[in-house]
């Protein structure tokens, strides 16, 4: 029997805690926990008395040169993920960076590009959505060609509901130098990642974006942004922190089909039985009316619908488990590292198009963005 | 008993044709069909067949002045529908224009103007979605306040397929000179309509248009619009005749509930127990946690789910009789033709902002919409 890996946890909040959880319940194949780290004196106290054979420390360089773990996993503050993952590589330490990898993309370019200096250490990012059997399912159709070529994409997902007491718990909340941005970089970073991971990158992208417009913070509670794929495609993403009874469908129209998730439960497939283009060429507008009046949607698509379960916190576990089985094994991430860059890069364009008020262009101008956030950072300093 | 309105039909093509037919089945209370005019010889035929008893006019001009009718209703080809409208009004011949009122709102605001001079000659528009149940609970909704402040629109309307085959019927079809758009002008101007009269219309609008996108046509096949109204609120508007397994689903956030419509067919109305900006002041994220995870969604709001049916024509028969109604009684029209200059606005500011590459404000430059328009329309000439 293979060694557990041993993994250094990084922030004892609500995350980093829940992990220390869920590895402690035996939820996690082949990990154990090899140390905590947290510089709050009070989460020292809070971990002796929950683990108390966990080796604590309050400075995780330390912790990492202590020969306790042999990974981390990065529960801090968005700005600190690629800082820490690059020191962790450089040690030869498998690092589990949180999502998003970076809050801007120079930033995390320099994570990746140090981490593709180091490939025989573990480099993933916590993606649990991408282990979530329905986007998988989702992704293989697309990536098998069954709905054909991708025409246009709209994802509402407004399921992120924050009231103001939320955003009120800690000073470095929902502010430019805390976080770095609001919904795009807090909470739709899943979907961001899973919108890329499924569909590809855009090439332009326009937003609306509303700063503090139904809370009481500097950073964004809505986003409305439009994508242009540079191929005919396009695509509209919507997230916001104040629909308590959020909106949670994303589509994907096809050349030969339609998907429909609602809800992240339930995905409805159309297959067309002939590609669309064939059947604008072929038919006449009598025949399109037998469709419509008589005949029915049977005629023209299969329709499948398929229901997905899902347990809370399993797919954390998933993505540990199968970060784990990285380390072991080299089996193949679900969500590699470097893959963390896209959704960041999605989060930058939308943030910057509303600031210059125009489209930008993707790959994205990134000392432009850093410019303009170290700007709003510093307008946020002098109010 | 009241006479019966006489009503002639300016144009005798699919519309027009149908018309005659509902009226002659009886199917329109206090209106007969008094004349009909088309400029197609091979129409004359065809009324000459059906309809024996009922004059034939090849000059709409001279059938209004025949004394055979009493109102007109003109479906024509888009531009005509001011000009068309104007001239009946003068001859105190009431005006039933088709949809959109016109291509441009120049022209359509000419057509206003004059019928504001004519108040006792009845002025309407074929909105003949406005009849539908659906729509108007929706609106009573909305008027009532029950689910607060809008905050957001989001339509999806991509159940107006059209094959090539559609285009292809006539040379005029799908041209800048002919139609002077695509789906915006001939399909959507329910929806557009729809939307102003429920939500009002946005300060904003910018948009990305796909012009002979998956048609080989020279107008737009694709729409993507985002609208913001200027207080806060914010619209996205998808619509497209490529799309054979179309979406229909319009949902409306406010602060105090949401409305979902799903195909036209089935509204689902979520009215919050109390506002959400006043859950979001109150509630801790504890709270929060137990609404999610124990109590359910039924502790924070009422749902009601309502289903409507649709019968093919009724829509159409419904105006057409309160248009008749109005001329004879006074009932207020659903849809008065000063009414039909806001989608037109919508559809132009729509096409602008796609021609221009930035977002436009409403009201309209409309002087320059009409250049850009010219340009279009020369540009396909020399083609």
Redo the contacts between chains.
């Keep these: 029997m293979m060694k557990k890996v041993r993994l250094g946890i990084v922030g004892l909040g609500a995350q980093g805690g829940a992990y220390a959880e869920f590895i402690k319940e035996g939820r996690v194949n082949n990990m154990e926990v090899g140390a905590i780290c947290d510089v709050d004196p009070e989460k020292k106290a809070v971990a002796e008395e929950k683990y108390p054979d966990v080796p604590f420390y309050d400075n995780y360089i330390e912790m990492m040169e202590s020969g306790n773990v042999d990974a981390i996993v990065t529960c801090v503050p968005h700005y600190l993920h690629p800082e820490m993952g690059i020191e962790a590589l450089k040690r030869d330490i498998h690092a589990l960076v949180e999502k998003p990898a970076g809050v801007y993309t120079k930033q995390v370019k320099e994570l990746n590009k140090f981490a593709a200096t180091k490939p025989e250490v573990t480099f993933g990012i916590m993606f649990n959505q991408r282990t979530n059997e329905l986007y998988q399912k989702v992704k293989e159709i697309i990536d098998n060609g069954e709905i054909g070529e991708i ?2 994409t ?1 994802w ?1 997902i ?1 399921t992120w ?6 955003y009120d ?1 800690s000073a470095w909340r929902a502010t430019w130098e805390g976080e770095g941005g609001g919904v795009l970089v807090n909470q739709a970073p899943h979907q961001l990642d899973l919108l890329q991971w499924i569909a590809g990158m855009p090439k332009k992208v ?1 937003s ?1 974006v ?1 700063y503090g ?3 009481d913070i500097a950073v964004e509670d ?1 986003v ?1 942004a ?1 994508f ?1 794929y540079g191929n ?1 495609a ?1 695509g ?1 993403f ?1 997230t ?1 922190t ?4 959020g ?1 949670d ?1 994303f ?1 994907i ?1 096809g050349d030969n ?2 998907i ?1 998730v609602d809800d992240s439960k339930t995905v409805t497939i ?1 297959r ?1 039985k002939k590609p ?2 064939e ?7 009598q025949d ?1 009316m037998e469709i419509f009046m008589g005949k029915g ?1 049977g005629e ?2 299969d329709e499948e619908v398929i229901e997905f379960e899902s347990v809370w916190g399993a797919q954390h576990t998933a993505v540990m488990e199968n970060f784990a089985a990285n380390v072991l094994d080299g089996t193949p991430l679900l969500a590699p590292g470097s893959d963390g860059i896209n959704g960041v890069a999605l989060a930058n364009a939308i943030h910057l198009s509303s600031w210059l ?3 930008v262009e993707l790959p994205l101008d990134e000392d432009l963005y850093l410019a303009e956030l170290n700007k709003k950072i510093k307008e946020e300093k002098s109010e």
Tied chains: 1, 2.
Excluded: C, F
């Design positions: 025409r246009r709209n509402i407004t509901w924050r009231p103001q007491g939320y718990q326009y609306n509303k417009y139904q809370r809505e409305t439009m242009d005919g396009t509209v919507i916001a104040h629909d308590v009874m909106t469908r589509e129209l089909g339609k429909v159309k067309l669309e283009s059947m604008s060429a072929t038919m006449s507008m399109v949607p023209m698509y008020g125009k489209e």
